[in-house]
């Protein structure tokens, strides 16, 4: 039989999965608990910083600690959906296509970190800016 653990087990384990991913990480000790919070309340959030801050090396800690499936990924202007979600292969019906975007790269993680979004959101915004609602411009 499968013995669900204590909520005290629970949150036991999880200050020390946040104390291991803060260890010799100075100064970034309330990155770590928010983003902790996030990953196991299934909530997003968004880490905004100069390069070198981190925020990248924050999030692989908390995935480590916790043991969550983690996609890392560098956005660029030429990034597709299929770099994210997988590629389907028109050959399969449209059941099993359904089911590789759901077994993606990206789908498959707990937590992901998509580094440069910003950057990303910024050239698809000038690219597209004639067909988007005047609320984004």
Same mark, same amino acid.
């Given at each position: ?42 909530? %997003? ?23 969550? %499936? ?21 050959? %399969? ?45």
């Amino acid at each position: 039989t499968y013995c669900i653990p204590s909520v005290a087990l629970m949150a036991q384990e999880f200050r020390r999965a946040l104390s291991e991913s803060a260890r010799g990480f100075v100064g970034r000790e309330v990155l770590i608990e928010l983003i902790g919070l996030a990953a196991i309340s299934g909530e %997003h959030i968004l880490t905004i910083g100069p390069s070198g801050t981190g925020k990248r090396e924050a999030v692989w800690r908390i995935a480590q600690s916790l043991g969550a %499936h983690y996609f890392e990924y560098l956005m660029g202007e030429t990034t597709t959906p299929e770099e994210l979600f997988g590629r389907e292969d028109p050959k %399969h019906s449209i059941e099993d296509r359904r089911q590789k975007k759901i077994l993606g790269l990206f789908a498959q993680a707990e937590i992901a970190f998509l580094d440069e979004i910003f950057l990303y959101l910024i050239y698809l915004i000038y690219i597209y800016k004639k067909n988007l609602p005047k609320i984004l411009i």
